[in-house]
């Protein structure tokens, strides 16, 4: 049996319903949307972080009677007491413990309640007298394998001992229950899909009313008694929050959230309507109001927890709620109190700019600044920028601001910013002299073809600390063992084979133009002499060979009987080649013992020059060549080049070539964990094949050293600029239409791209 304790108050069972479904979506992207939001002004919060006004220390509350393995969820402050409910898994059902406690985390007071397989507690209201309402959920099997739910309203004394248990959904078909609140004058209002029903104290039926068709959305219960719901308004497309009167079902008032929304997850405030959780920090916003304003920052605040959730406040200087403990991966209730700002250490700040905050990133800038006597990081995330209606915002603001010469010390680069441009200009420091003078890192401890790969002019602007190399995978003994090939090489394979075999899968022209420009686009423009080949013979048999691939795929691509299974696709020959994502050396595993089953070549993209494999970036830095702390920025740098952070590489490639061998005796054995009573167990990873399980041995020697030549062989980029890809997608259309031929649109896009890469240069 399953239950989820949900942090609006819903406990769900998986795979149910889709109110359960929507109910998990939301509550997981809660837990992630500190990862999402940063700053802003007009429609947002200051666009820097890194300030003394936003720091708080951080106090674990231990609450004894929810169990050690207990997760927590519905959390309400209440007459100075803190009311939450909690989930423990037991053997046949689960334990839900139901705890007050103090403010001052003393006074603790709990019981529990144990259900049986299929049954399920949500929505916990205390009436601050040592009752609580709930509701129960009995999910029952019926004949033929049908399900229905049975929902109550049930009321709880202070020892669990239950005192009315009020039936919700007699007679009524696929009933559920959306909310249900105790009221301030002591009625409880429990809302299903045919509006709201009311009851009293003794759980007698006092009223039903119906609700307004546009009442749907997420519901808040602000502190001060009013209803809350965030809507969608179809004519502004965006998400607006109205206050429910639930005495007549009727919405009122509209207020919109300043920027985006979907940044922010949303609680009840105590000195003001809202407290909002983004990834910059905690924020407070009144109805009405035009700006958001900062609490407290993660980041100055040393925070380095995954995620923060429902969260109550007692006073603007002290606020509670749920972390994810890194140590345990227990939820912790936390006090949070304001820290003086004169108490707060000076250190010289090092800027570092990003777009959407990497977790490891993250995590290392809260050890830095924890650790670090002299330097602190300050973090500006360009994500919260991004609105509704622009989601490409934040890094127009990124870019602005760079050119504009706000250049910070460090940038997490990523495909939209314009890298070449700004290497063109100067803007990033060459980072061989720090390695080189580093005591504890040397240049060949590190893949060679790799920060080659990424030099300028035999300069290193950027780091990469781990990568993914894109490739093109088929049978040996269908394209032979070489290393590389062209488009004529791969038609004479074609013209072999039994008509109706696909050269790979699941491609439309468009999705194929762009998967062979990010593959070998980086052989048509030599950034260094600003010269483009886009109107030679070689792109323009590339185009050719695009317009033989689908517009759209048929309705029937993946239910053909001719096709069968997916998985067996590429064992019986209905397609030759396989898009490779090589991260390791499990992706060539499976990719040959599980997708062809046999030996295969990693032969690339066909392309002029036979090169058809490319390098991507998982993790890029830049320096500021204007940094007036270079030193500072190197410390900080550095731990990602170290043996700590490639050591904990094992889904990508990680530079360290010593951290690789290390993978490499991995891949030789069979994977294992460890048990309940400490034992190593080994399994077998397996390939699904038609219904049934196909072992995948582990890597041989051999295999190990053939994979690690070829990551060593590959030297290209991936073409990961997506302004280039546009102006190619838009220009090739009308040839792909039959508008023009190949050769008029090879022109154009010569043209355009050449201006693209002289402004760019």
């Not at 290392?364 to 490409?392: A, L």
């Not at 441009?421 to 580093?438: N, T």
């Not at 050269?503 to 998967?515: A, D, G, I, Q």
Request: charged content about 25%; some cysteine; aromatic content about 14%.
């Amino acid at each position: 049996m399953e239950i989820f304790l949900g942090a609006k108050g819903n406990v769900g069972k998986a795979g149910m319903r889709m109110d359960r479904k929507k109910f998990w979506g939301s509550f997981f992207l809660w837990c992630m949307v500190l990862f999402l939001a940063g700053c802003g002004k007009k429609g947002g919060t200051s666009a820097v972080t890194g300030s003394k006004d936003y720091v708080y220390k951080q106090e674990e509350i231990k609450i004894e009677g929810a169990g050690e393995q207990a997760n927590f969820s519905d959390f309400i402050i209440k007459n100075g007491r803190i009311y939450l409910t909690s989930m423990e898994w037991k053997e046949e059902g689960c334990r839900v413990s139901l705890v007050h406690i103090g403010l001052d985390g003393t006074d603790e007071q709990s019981f529990f309640v144990d259900l049986k397989e299929n049954t399920y507690l949500s929505w916990m209201n205390p009436d601050g007298e040592g009752n609580f309402y709930m509701i129960y959920d009995e999910y029952i099997e019926e004949e033929e394998g049908n399900w229905r739910d049975d929902y109550y309203l049930i009321k709880l004394d202070s020892t669990g001992q239950e005192i009315f248990r009020q039936p919700l959904s007699e007679g009524v078909q696929d009933y559920w229950v959306n909310w249900m609140r105790l009221l301030e004058d002591g009625r409880v209002a429990v809302s299903g899909q045919g509006g709201i029903s009311f009851f009293d104290a003794e759980g007698k039926a006092a009223g039903h009313v119906e609700l307004a068709e546009e009442a749907g959305g997420s519901v808040y219960f602000l502190q001060d008694g009013r209803i809350i719901m965030n809507s969608y308004n179809e004519k502004t497309g965006r998400s607006i929050l109205r206050e429910l009167n639930p005495d007549t079902g009727v919405l009122s008032g509209e207020y919109i959230l300043p920027g985006n929304s979907g940044n922010y997850s949303f609680y009840p405030g105590a000195e003001s309507d809202f407290l909002l959780i983004g990834n910059g920090g905690v924020y407070s916003y009144n109805l009405g109001d035009e700006e958001i304003k900062k609490i407290m920052d993660f980041i100055d605040s040393d925070m380095s927890t995954g995620y923060i959730y429902n969260i109550c406040d007692v006073n603007e200087k002290e606020f509670y709620g749920m972390m994810n403990s890194e140590l345990t991966g227990r939820d912790v209730l936390m006090k949070f109190t304001k820290v003086d700002p004169k108490d707060v250490a000076d250190k010289t700040v090092l800027t570092l700019a990003c777009n959407d905050l990497d977790w490891q990133v993250r995590k290392h800038v809260v050890e830095f600044n924890k650790t670090d006597p002299e330097y602190r990081i300050q973090i500006t995330d360009y994500s919260q920028y991004t609105t509704e209606e622009d989601y490409s915002a934040g890094i127009t603001r990124l870019n602005t601001d760079i050119v504009s010469g706000k250049m910070p010390d460090i940038l997490v680069l990523n495909d939209y910013l314009p890298l070449e441009s700004y290497m063109a200009k100067g803007l990033f420091e060459d980072l061989y002299p720090y390695i080189d003078k580093d005591g504890g890192l040397k240049r060949e401890d590190y893949f060679p073809n790799v920060l080659k790969a990424y030099e300028n002019d035999g300069k290193l602007y950027r780091l990469v600390p781990k990568f993914t190399i894109y490739t093109v995978a088929g049978k040996t003994a269908d394209v032979g063992q070489r290393t590389g090939w062209t488009l004529e090489d791969l038609r004479e394979v074609m013209a072999s084979k039994p008509d109706g075999m696909e050269v790979f899968s699941e491609m439309t022209r468009e999705s194929m133009l762009e998967y062979s420009i990010q593959m070998t686009g980086s052989q048509f423009i030599d950034w260094e002499s600003g010269k483009c080949g886009f109107d030679s013979e070689e792109f323009i048999s590339l185009l050719e060979f695009i317009k033989e691939f689908p517009e759209t795929l048929p309705e029937d691509y993946y239910d053909s009987s001719l096709r069968g299974d997916w998985n067996s696709w590429f064992r019986e020959g209905k397609v030759l080649l396989e898009r490779m994502s090589l991260y390791g050396f499990s992706s060539y595993n499976y990719t040959k013992k599980g997708t062809f089953g046999e030996e295969i070549t990693l032969i690339g993209f066909p392309s002029g020059n036979g090169k058809g494999s490319s390098i991507d970036a998982e993790l890029e830095f830049a320096m500021s060549s204007k940094s007036k702390n270079k030193d500072g920025v190197w410390k900080f740098l550095r731990y990602f080049l170290s043996d700590e952070f490639q050591g904990q590489t094992e889904y990508e490639w990680p530079v360290s070539m010593k951290q690789v061998d290390v993978l490499a005796q991995k891949a030789k054995k069979r994977p294992s964990y460890e048990d309940e009573n400490g034992n190593l167990v080994e399994y077998d990873e397996v390939y699904y094949l038609n219904g049934e399980e196909v072992p995948i041995s582990p890597m041989t020697q051999e295999e190990v050293d053939e994979v690690i030549a070829f990551v060593q062989s590959v030297d290209q980029l991936n073409s990961t600029n997506q302004d280039l890809i546009n102006i190619i997608l838009e220009e090739a259309a009308p040839y792909f239409a039959g508008q023009k031929n190949a050769k008029e649109v090879a022109d154009i896009i010569q043209n355009r791209v050449q201006i693209y890469v002289n402004e760019n240069r």
